[in-house]
């Protein structure tokens, strides 16, 4: 009895850790998606953003430079897509394969004399502070990038109602015909939507070196970055259900992880798939034959 | 919004001319619009109706002539330049963002969008400026689950929320039913005459022009062809202007009487329903031999659905479908064993593959079959060009060869190049969606001609189209389709229009 509890309880502490950059990708892919362009290149944001901030936080010693030096190395990658992308004939999503393997390729040289040396971290907030017991007040330690990444949910939902630049996003990216008649920038829109959308990419990767599992190694993504774009599709295009579908995703991750803190032994490392099945759950259930997704962008290459 | 605003204005051009490379797509056109009339834009398709107007909004610039809006000379270069006068257009396909409400939709259209909209303030000044409009339209509901009659209605009332005193609708009552056609071309009428806006209609239909246009200009291959009063002018002026004779081709020649003997029958057919739109759920259809049903509706009633599941591009859920009595799948054996012919809509999209040469589209249906019907392995390349020639010839197809891609020809000469391919051989069942979408007046008494012929040789024929003046005319028998469902079957002899527009928009 006890060790389910602690299964839980390690489940929902890690659910709240591992789903951080899902939620940061996701949010970052929606924006980008919203617009009428799909990047699959906000993997790549997310391993660059990862390398950056951890050298950022070390050289300068100060954390929150590297999530912003994050943020900005995702720009400019998620810039430089959105760009090549304006051009005529460039496929979006073969582009997306190209940036994902060059940010990683790119991290992984400069990231070199990074793997050894410890950064400063991100303090997590202590909201347990009241708790007796360790084992729980650690659980919720929850990292601020977190609650920053929720906020960006509300921010991103209400930026999408509420002001002439969402509204343009969706305008630019549900029906093409419209935004030539409105005489709507399309491609700058994008390069704007994809750009802001891989500096969020970025500020996930941030996370996964300096919050949880905090330090650079080659091995630190394993697929978020893709993962993310199913999330979107989950989420119904919906930044708020990002934050759902981001600790759902996140609970499955946290899977694996929880059941070895219990000493269970037995084939814990086939537990660790679990957010690749959700993931393919996920795909097979809303892709029922024939429907169109409810809330997909008219312009996405995907549904065209 | 101030009164001074609230006139009507007039437009004039003057020896407009506009090149599109070699091509003379408009030559010496003059148009006279008087403020507060409705003006009639007529001519067949690629008369040069739609580059005339667009000189005028300034998607294109002309490269001779001059306009005049209330007499004094104006350089419109960008849409913008048209906007800052007035002139405003509603296009054919809908410019309203589907995933966005009315009133996102219109708040969006404006100029000055602030950068953070405040809608309860907004939304309050809508529904006072919806209190002054003809009609309503509801503001807070997703533009892309609107009806198409009041997706046209709120175009236009999105055109006067941006207080347009000119303005141009381009085909407006092609997605309509008579009665939602006349309910706004009423409307619009009244509001011109109440000198509040000047209406230049694009149109071809001359029953429109009769009964609510007050002047026509008529171009016929880009050039000036006529224009005066419809008081003072006849159909048979109008239709000389247009097409250069005095009278329309005739009618083509209806033979027998449809035969006692079903061809087609389709009973309890489902398919799955898409994203909030409801699927197909056909009880009971059937077509004889020797017959026409033609089946109207609204576009998008699920007549598309229809064709799709009847053309084999669309499973279904549940139900069955019998041709000559044998169950009927849609696959490439049955159709081939059972003689059914399709001519789907868009056919360079649906019956073509564009980049293969005009040969090889031709032999689509029978290139895989020798002449016993037995599997053939290597292609008759010679068969394949002798047989394409003959059709070629036979169906006056205007192609620089016969071996470019068919992708390269016009969409007259697509249109005759399927017709050749579906109506050779046997056949015993043709499914016909829109045959005279584009089509300039003499293809589509060619196109209408030959689906008669099928007919009068003893073909069952299925007429799927949103044309109901095509379908009043070929049809033996009419079906109306609602919502998925077929909701009225009559014969189309003495049928009334008005009445099919009432099952059309599904009460009745």
Redesign the interface.
């Known amino acids: 009895m006890d060790s389910l509890a602690t299964v839980i309880v390690a489940m929902l502490a890690g659910s709240l850790r591992v789903s951080t950059p899902f939620l940061f990708v996701s949010l970052g892919e929606c924006l980008t998606e919203k617009s009428g362009r799909i990047n699959l290149g906000n993997e790549g944001a997310l391993v660059l953003g990862a390398m950056v901030a951890y050298a950022t936080s070390y050289e300068t010693g100060s954390p929150w430079c590297g999530v912003l030096a994050a943020a900005f190395a995702g720009l400019l990658l998620g810039g430089l897509h959105g760009a090549i992308c304006s051009m005529t004939r460039i496929n979006d999503v073969a582009m997306g394969i190209a940036f994902m393997l060059a940010g990683t390729g790119i991290a992984f040289f400069f990231g070199k004399p990074y793997v050894q040396p410890s950064a400063p971290l991100l303090p997590g907030i202590p909201f347990g502070f009241w708790l007796e017991s360790p084992r729980f007040a650690n659980a919720l330690m929850v990292s601020p990038l977190f609650i920053l990444g929720v906020a960006a949910a509300f921010a991103l939902h209400w930026f999408f109602?509420?002001?002439?630049?969402g509204?343009?996003i969706?305008?630019v990216g549900?029906?093409q015909?419209?935004a030539l008649?409105?005489?709507l920038p399309i491609n700058r829109t994008r390069l704007l939507a994809t750009g802001c959308g891989s500096a969020l990419a970025g500020i996930g990767g941030a996370f996964l070196s300096l919050c949880y599992p905090g330090s650079w190694n080659e091995g630190l993504s394993s697929g978020q970055g893709l993962m993310a774009v199913a999330l979107v599709v989950f989420a119904r295009w919906n930044p708020i259900n990002c934050v759902y579908a981001s600790l759902l995703f996140g609970a499955a991750g946290a899977l694996g992880p929880s059941l070895q803190t219990v000493g269970f032994t037995w084939g814990y490392y086939l537990f660790y798939a679990a957010p690749y099945v959700v993931t393919l759950v996920v795909l097979i259930i809303t892709a029922?034959?024939?429907?169109?997704?409810?809330?997909m962008?008219?312009q996405l290459s995907i549904g065209r | 919004m101030n009164d001074a605003t609230m006139h009507a204005i007039g437009v004039e051009a003057i020896g407009i001319g506009k090149r599109f490379g070699a091509f003379n797509a408009l030559s010496d056109v003059s148009m006279k619009v008087h403020p507060a009339t409705v003006h009639g834009l007529l001519g067949e398709n690629g008369a040069g109706k739609s580059t005339l107007v667009k000189c005028l909004l300034g998607y294109y610039r002309a490269d001779e002539g001059s306009l005049l809006v209330d007499d004094k000379e104006v350089t419109i270069e960008r849409p913008a330049d048209a906007d800052a006068l007035g002139l405003g257009m509603v296009y054919q396909h809908f410019t309203l963002v589907p995933s966005m409400t009315v009133a996102e939709n219109l708040v969006m259209a404006r100029r000055n969008v602030p950068g953070v909209i405040d809608w309860r303030s907004e939304l309050a000044q809508l529904e006072d400026f919806m209190r002054g409009m003809p009609f309503k339209v509801p503001l807070t509901v997703e533009a892309g689950s609107l009806a198409a009659g009041e997706r046209q209605k709120t175009e236009i009332v999105k055109q006067l929320y941006l207080q347009r005193r000119f303005l141009v609708l381009d085909e407006p009552t092609s997605v309509l039913t008579p009665q939602e056609a006349d309910e706004m071309l009423g409307l619009v009428r009244d509001l011109a005459h109440s000198g509040q806006l000047t209406i230049v209609i694009i149109t071809h239909k001359l029953k429109e022009v009769a009964k609510f246009v007050d002047e026509v200009t008529v171009l016929r291959r880009g050039k000036f062809a006529g224009a005066g009063l419809v008081r003072s002018l006849g159909p048979t002026d109008l239709t000389a202007m247009m097409i250069g004779e005095p009278h329309a081709p005739a009618d083509p020649e209806r033979l027998g009487a449809p035969v006692n003997e079903v061809r087609l029958e389709v009973r309890d057919l489902r398919t799955a329903n898409d994203g909030g739109r409801a699927g197909l759920s056909v009880d009971h259809l059937t077509v004889n031999a020797h017959e026409i049903v033609g089946i109207a509706g609204v576009s998008g009633n699920g007549q598309k659905d229809l064709l799709e599941v009847l053309g084999g591009q669309q499973p279904m859920q549940s139900g069955t479908i019998a041709v000559d009595g044998t169950p009927y799948g849609a696959t490439r054996a049955e159709s081939q064993a059972l003689h059914v012919r399709v001519l789907p809509e868009e056919p360079l999209r649906n019956g073509c593959v564009p980049g293969m040469s005009v040969v090889d589209n031709l032999a689509l249906r029978s290139f895989d079959r020798g002449e016993t019907k037995t599997p053939r392995r290597w292609l008759d390349r010679a068969g394949m060009a002798a047989r394409a020639r003959s059709m070629i010839q036979a169906y006056g197809i205007r192609a620089p060869s016969a071996e470019v891609p068919i992708g390269v020809l016009s969409g007259g000469n697509v249109q005759r190049c399927v017709l050749a391919r579906e109506l050779d051989g046997v056949v015993r069942l043709l499914i016909v969606a829109n045959p005279c979408f584009g089509l300039d007046v003499k293809a589509v008494a060619e196109t209408r001609a030959r689906i008669m012929a099928a007919r009068n040789a003893g073909t069952a024929v299925l007429l799927i189209s949103e044309d109901l003046d095509e379908i009043m005319e070929l049809s033996d028998r009419i079906v109306v389709m609602h919502g998925g469902k077929v909701v009225h079957e009559m014969p189309a002899a003495g049928a009334d229009p008005q009445e099919i527009g009432k099952h059309m928009l599904g009460h009745g």
């Open positions: 109602r509420t002001t002439r630049m509204l343009r969706r305008i549900d029906s015909d419209a008649a409105l005489g029922k034959g024939g429907q169109s997704l409810r809330g962008p008219g």
